[in-house]
């Protein structure tokens, strides 16, 4: 198990070469045709998209960051995602496309808010 005690370092800059890796290899068709057929059979409702599609992105996440010397265990996983959540603070981008991940295995969320204010808040140009 030494080589789960060996997690690189993650910096802001190879943060976003695996997210946006990642976030291709989520593309690849046979990747992309899996998680249709899944988001196909379980909608919009968010316990049927954590059992069924969370897994197929974790795994693809995975396959990825094992190539950045992360172990390739259920650890390696939440080392690596611990460790951009605390980059996305800093760091914009890394921010941005660790959501667009996110938003493959979560449903999305309306933006509705009832308070004129809330609405401003959320309108940028």
Do not use: C, W
């Amino acid at each position: 198990m030494s080589r789960q005690d060996m997690i690189p370092s993650l910096t802001p800059e190879l943060a976003i070469e695996i997210l946006n890796k990642t976030l291709d290899y989520l593309q690849k068709p046979e990747n992309h045709q899996k998680i249709e057929e899944a988001r196909d059979n379980v909608g919009n409702e968010m316990l049927k998209m954590m059992q069924y599609i969370f897994p197929i992105v974790m795994e693809i996440q995975i396959e990825v960051i094992k190539l950045y010397g992360f172990p390739e265990t259920r650890e390696g996983i939440i080392k690596f995602t611990q460790m951009v959540r605390n980059l996305e603070r800093e760091d914009s981008e890394v921010a941005r496309l660790h959501d667009l991940i996110k938003r493959y295995y979560l449903p999305p969320v309306p933006a509705n808010t009832n308070s004129e204010s809330g609405e401003e808040r959320t309108s940028s140009t």
